[in-house]
């Protein structure tokens, strides 16, 4: 939520933040704005609306500064207006701040500073931390941030400038993240690796309660009573092709193709770092999964192959929902949290609840270096590369890799179960080439209001996460369900004018899910089926049919859940919606 990004250096500062704020957008893109200083003053541009509207602005506007932030919202306090849009400044337009995360005690400060005289121009809770820069200020940028940042309470990284020292941005770390790119010459800030991608490979994450000082020429960083921290640099192994397009009209499209590498990347990954695994899953009572979205939707299919290899009971639980429970926890238990951004605030506190009560904490993540990255006990990397499109694709396939190695590495069949992956990518391949096939299904669908999706045993969970890819970018209303709970009471929603999803490789359960197809057909629903090719009696019952290879059981979620995101593709790119940047989401949740 919030992209921030910083940078000084040698050259002009206003078209590096603007690339940079491009490959952020997928943080938030209610707002967008820009702070540089240049001859002596501060210049702060910014718009409402996606960055396009503030490039818009911008045309014309020959800024020669070479220090500057900027930032792309999310917006929590205050409508997503010009007013509220970042940078924040003082009131004499001296320091200028854009901030990601929540500032809690903003009221009670708020009330403080203006009791003081302080005029606020906007509504959000960032604006105070201009305000306190300021008042503290004695000629040392960092030493007024620390005063400062004394003050607040809350998750939030920040980027400040000041007119009084035109080449030196500062960053701060508490709860939300921040990384700094190191240049030759230049330094930059970014809350995420892609921001910086053209410019450098070298990263330092910076922890919480770190601050980050850059000049063109130097980089500092200090803990909050300012002693001097020494921090690792890392070099990511992303590029920045797989931050781009790459020809594709959405990332999702192209992420959605990327699959077989990033099970591929992923499968090697595990393999590789195998021996490094320091606990076996077998030792515990119980496994708990924490997770959201998507996330949880591989924790529910993770379930079904750790109690198969494993034997072990497992929970997949919401993770805004553990924080808050009375689940008993114990080091009996080993909690396992998904996430890949690694930054999702209510996977991360629920982590730590975790931890807190006991149990041994493993992460399954995509970014090296982020806040569950270094939270839990134990990381296993996911392979997938940046992910840019809000809609998570090729880091489900990805995450579902990690989990059935992960489990299979427990199973006394363990050579042959990850022997198993290997033939995963090619037949990702061959379900993404009847694309065209699905893509034609999508057309009839256009104007349906609501879906059905149906899936049973270790397809249920890709039935809710085909509801979730369809809801999330076409603003379609689609359920997902476990196909025998639709007797419960989801039948009754079906009319000829439903049309339900029906996930019914040759399983354990095919023969189940046929007759739940039945009873769908029986009162005129539209069945709209995800099956083996070759399947006569499925294709026969369906109004339209979408073919997957044949596999064995275990296999067919990495299958079957391809042919719906495609499905959710199309539908909302033929919808004219804007799929990477559905309105409302931000790929990275960092509020409860
Ligand atoms: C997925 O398409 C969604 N955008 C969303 O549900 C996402 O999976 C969820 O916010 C969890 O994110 P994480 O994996 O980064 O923790």
Redesign the pocket.
Known sequence: MCGIVGYTGRDLALPILLGALERLEYRGYDSAGVALIENGKLIVEKKAGKIRELVRALWGKNYKAKTGIGHTRWATHGKPTDENAHPHTDEKGEFAVVHNGIIENYIELREELKKEGVKFKSDTDTEVIAHLIAKNYKGDLLQAVIEAVKKLKGAFAFAVITVHEPNRVIGVKNGSPLIVGLGQGENFLASDIPAILPYTKKVIVLDDGEIADLTPDSVNIYNFNGEPVTKDVMITPWDLVAAEKSGFKHFMLKEIYEQPKAVLDTYKGFISNEETIPFWLKDYRRILII??????HAGLVGKYWIERFAGVPVEVIYASEFRYSDTPVSDKDLVIG???????ID?KFALQSAKERGAFTVGIV?VVGSA?DREVDFSIHTHAGPEIG????K?FTAQLTSLYCLAARESNEREELLKKVEKIPALIEKTLAKAEDVEKVSEKYLKKKDFLYLGRYINFPIALEGA??LK?ISYIHAEGYPAGEMKHGPIALIDENMPVTVIAPKDRVYEKMLSNIEEVLARKGIVISVGFEGDKVLKEKSADFMEIPETEEVLTPFLTVVPLQLLAYFIASKLGLDVDQPRN?A???TVE
């Open positions: 997770a959201c979205g998507t996330s949880y998904i996430s890949q951004s690694g930054e999702t996977t995509n569950i809000v809609a998570a694709t880091t979730l890819k999330e989401l790929k990275t949740v």
